[in-house]
């Protein structure tokens, strides 16, 4: 079946630092591929996403590219800030299927000043 | 855009009793809504999939007796915790697909059972 792998976390930077959260996928068709980040006490907010082979998405800095050769869907971003402060959870469905998401289990990132 | 709101976000009951989550779609037809858990520090889970008019599919190891879920209407789709205990304290979170290449997320609901 479908599943996702993301780094294990904590993942601890400093104001500035060069992100990367890793993520790769295993699908038995072609899914769509999204980053939902997860602030303290708070729901699911859609960071990006990535609908198919070579896409990138991007949005706030964050920046991840749908490779299919290497199943995978790295995070990345040039510059973190204290209030990227977060987790970030990798994710995939098959929505062409109506099929619910599957998450990863998530990376825990602390930013400091 | 498609917009889920959640109610209620947080809820205290004692051990025994049933709580009642709603996910209501406020801008859209949500003909399938899917419930998921989460537990602290921990991902998110998916426990069923509701469709308007027909029976959850639950994922294996879901107490479809214990969760009851019910999908009467396009707009409304809700999750029965009945007779809850300790170890049904969690956070779920209710989501449907937005009518494009995504999903649309409530703001979840913290049960603390007691």
């Known amino acids: 079946g479908n599943s996702v792998t993301q780094m294990e976390g904590p993942v601890t930077l400093s104001e500035e630092a060069f992100l990367t959260i890793n993520c790769t996928y295993t699908a038995t068709g072609y899914p769509s591929l999204f980053w939902y980040v997860q602030y303290p006490g708070e729901g699911l907010q859609l960071l990006l996403k990535a609908t198919k082979a070579d896409d990138k998405g991007s949005n706030k800095g964050f920046e991840a590219t749908y490779r299919k050769e290497t199943t995978s869907f790295h995070l990345e971003k040039g510059s973190v800030q204290v209030s990227d402060s977060a987790v970030y959870f990798c994710?995939?469905?098959?929505?062409?299927?109506?099929?619910?998401?599957?998450f990863g289990k998530g990376t825990t990132l602390s930013v400091s000043s | 855009g498609a917009v889920v709101s959640q109610h209620p976000s947080r809820v205290i009951c004692k051990s025994g009793t049933s709580v009642k989550i709603e996910c209501r779609s406020l801008?859209?037809?949500?003909?399938?809504m899917f419930w998921y858990r989460q537990f602290p520090k921990q991902s998110l889970m998916l426990m069923a999939t509701?469709?308007?008019?027909?029976?959850?599919?639950?994922e294996q190891g879901v107490e479809k007796d214990k969760f009851l879920i019910n999908h009467a209407s396009l707009t409304l789709s809700t999750l029965t915790v009945t007779s809850a205990h300790p170890e049904d304290s969690s956070f779920y979170i209710c989501?449907?697909?937005?009518?494009?290449?995504?999903?649309?997320f409530g703001s979840g609901t913290r049960l603390t059972v007691v």
């Open positions: 989501s449907a697909p937005d009518g494009g290449n995504g999903y649309t």
């Open positions: 801008d859209f037809q949500a003909t399938t």
């Open positions: 509701s469709n308007e008019g027909s029976k959850a599919t639950y």
């Open positions: 994710a995939l469905s098959e929505i062409q299927a109506g099929t619910a998401l599957i």
